[in-house]
């Protein structure tokens, strides 16, 4: 019996719409606003230090949540209470999947597809957002599996290692630019792009295809 094709998906940003940065602001605003820091330069702070945090040898992704956050605020000058991070925490496993992802990945299945996650997540936070996608997915890979974040190749090595496809029979489909559509250009797959802010894509990293939700991914795979 063939193998059926899959499709291989990143989870936050991409399926579930996991803002760090939107969940943070209303925990710090206040503090933010009494010491005169810019809103938009600290969350870019923050933003960057969770990429340089996910791509240090592997701790799990809540403590680096945690440490960027303390870190953050220590550069600064916000006073950080660990109350922060269990309110931030708290209302990460709340976010919920957009809109259009359960048809979608519902339309992939009904069409022979099997359906995937590589999240750059824990094994404990992860289950909170496929229940909010609420459709089963045949493989949840985690960077605690794979003791190691995407962009890191080990991440998209492992997750290669546990599906029992060819890479000709992967499509990985992925919002994050930076996390799957880089460092995704070295393997024989096909690639999709979820271009759901709007960015600027790069001809040296093509081939790929470009939609702005999961809405035409449907169609753009032929099912």
């Known amino acids: 019996m063939s193998t059926p094709p899959i499709v291989t998906f990143d989870c936050y ?12 602001l209303p925990i710090v605003r206040d503090r933010l606003d009494e010491v005169g820091v810019n809103h938009e330069e600290f969350l870019d702070n923050l933003r960057v230090m969770r990429f340089q945090g996910v791509v240090q040898p592997y701790r ?3 403590d680096i949540v945690r440490d960027t956050l303390e ?3 220590l ?4 006073p950080y209470r660990d109350e922060d ?3 931030l925490i708290d209302e990460a496993r709340k976010f919920p999947a957009f809109p259009e992802v359960p048809d ?3 339309r992939l299945k009904a069409g022979g ?7 750059n997540s824990d094994d404990d936070l992860i289950p909170h957002h496929v229940a909010a996608i609420g459709v089963d997915f045949d493989h949840v890979v985690t960077a605690e599996q794979a003791g190691a974040y995407k962009p890191r190749p080990r991440a998209f090595e492992h997750l290669f290692s546990v599906l029992p496809q060819s890479r000709d029979q992967i499509t990985h489909v992925a919002q994050g630019w930076e996390y799957d559509i880089m460092p995704t250009k070295r393997y024989d797959i096909r690639r999709v792009w979820i271009n759901r802010y709007g960015r600027k894509g790069s001809d040296y990293y093509q081939p790929y ?3 702005p939700d999961l809405s035409g991914l449907p169609d753009l795979l032929g099912v």
Do not use: K, P, S
């Open 71 to 73: 870190n953050c605020m």
């Open 113 to 119: 597809y099997q359906i995937a996650i590589l999240t």
């Open 60 to 62: 799990r992704y809540a």
């Open 85 to 87: 991070f269990e309110q």
């Open 13 to 24: 940003r991409t399926l579930v719409d996991f803002d760090l940065n939107r969940a943070t």
């Open 75 to 78: 550069l600064h000058g916000i």
């Open 209 to 211: 295809d470009e939609i």
């Open 104 to 106: 979608a990945l519902r």
